[in-house]
């Protein structure tokens, strides 16, 4: 299985972007995708999940500015991302794993499939 994340960049505060997974291998609508991101000196942590029915789940640092979706013929996940601020600057991660439909737990400490980061900055 792999996950090839994309969409990150440069961005003033205030301003938006879309990432994008992409996931090759396995059965993508088996899968329950989390979005996660790392600051330098930071400890990784959950932005976002994206359950196998599509509902979802966002830290409360990104609620109402985050939104995630999926779309399961083209196997990939989203992370749209509005009202950006420089705190968010960060290397976004996605991960998946195998669940059944009800279970859409996602801490980054299961035993995920990760793709690369992508670099998401904001400036002040």
């Known amino acids: 299985v792999q996950l090839q994340a994309s969409g990150g960049g440069l961005v003033q505060a205030g301003g938006s972007l879309r990432l994008s997974c992409a996931i090759s291998?396995?059965?993508?609508?088996?899968?329950?995708v989390g979005w996660f991101r790392q600051a330098p000196g930071e400890e990784r942590e959950h932005v976002a999940t994206i359950c196998r029915s599509g509902n979802t789940d966002y830290a409360d640092s990104v609620k109402g500015r985050f939104t995630g979706s999926r779309d399961n013929a083209k196997k990939t996940v989203y992370l749209q991302m509005n009202s950006l601020k420089p705190e968010d600057t960060a290397l976004y991660y996605c991960?998946?794993?195998?669940?059944?439909?009800?279970?859409?737990?996602?801490?980054?400490?299961?035993?995920?499939?990760w793709g690369q980061g992508t670099q998401v900055t904001v400036s002040s």
């Open positions: 291998g396995g059965t993508f609508s088996r899968y329950t």
């Open positions: 991960a998946a794993r195998n669940t059944i439909l009800s279970d859409c737990s996602m801490t980054g400490k299961e035993n995920n499939y």
